[in-house]
């Protein structure tokens, strides 16, 4: 059975940083975040290759959200600073088929973030 389980979510203000967590059972995927704010559709943050040597990020997040992967532990996170309330929404972790397909194999249950302004 495979299984994404996200967490680190939590209430902060404007400007701070919080970092997600996403623990896989399994391991050698390429990884994504996406988000979900009340609302609104679904938005792809970023994405990183199963080796953690590739990243790629929405233009809402560049320069503010950094993905990585310690495969040793099968985790990927999302370490997000500089946050604006617009941030504030559900996030998933998902497993991606590979980098270059855009094909998801497995969700995670989300983590609320709130960002206060």
């Known amino acids: 059975q495979v299984q994404l389980v996200e967490s680190g979510g939590g209430l902060v203000q404007a400007g701070g940083s919080l970092r997600l967590s996403c623990a896989a059972s399994f391991s050698n995927y390429a990884m994504a975040w996406f988000r979900q704010a009340p609302g609104k559709e679904r938005e792809f943050v970023g994405r990183?290759?199963?080796?953690?040597?590739?990243?790629d990020y929405a233009d809402s997040v560049k320069g503010r959200f950094t993905i990585s992967r310690d495969n040793a532990k099968n985790t990927v996170y999302l370490q997000m600073n500089g946050l604006k309330p617009e941030d504030t929404a559900v996030y998933y972790c998902?497993?991606?088929?590979?980098?270059?397909?855009?094909?998801?194999?497995?969700w995670g249950q989300g983590t609320q973030v709130t960002v206060s302004s």
């Open positions: 990183i290759s199963a080796s953690g040597t590739l990243t």
């Open positions: 998902a497993a991606r088929r590979a980098w270059a397909v855009d094909d998801y194999l497995a």
